[in-house]
């Protein structure tokens, strides 16, 4: 079942993990799934715990971002103009814990943090395949997207 976004369009769906005394399969994305868009490339990105990847903001492009191992904040800021949500910041806490998919659709910026005793590791399955020229970045600490990136405790 689909959990709640506060982005409009963004999904998070949870995924499911084969277990036994081997090992595990982790199911991410098939082509029967009903989220399913189309492929355009899967690539994996690594971050050591504490750093920062953001921003990117992808004009055309839908991920489809799972932690495959350690763990890591995804952080979502919509910047459509013409959104309902516009506006709207959404985190996830993804990984070891929180097995899921989050699908983002062009628009928004997405940027995530590694957390805990090792690196993140973190699957996309784009719908198009990487293009410098499709993806915008911007600074993790810029003053256009309210987000704090530190610890917050409480």
Known sequence: MTQESKIHGMKIIPLRQIVDERGKI???LKATDPHFITFGEIYFS?????????????????LNNAVISGRAKLVMYDLREDSS??????????????????QIPPGIASGY???GEGPAIMANCATEPHDPDEMLRMDPFTDRIPYDWSLKDG
Do not use: C, R, S
């Open 26 to 28: 982790m199911h991410m």
């Open 113 to 115: 943090k590694a957390y």
């Open 46 to 62: 690594t971050a050591w715990p504490g750093v920062i990847k953001a921003w990117h903001i992808h004009q055309t492009m839908t």
């Open 85 to 102: 949500t516009h506006g709207a910041l959404h985190e996830v806490f993804l990984g070891e814990d929180n097995y899921v998919l989050v």
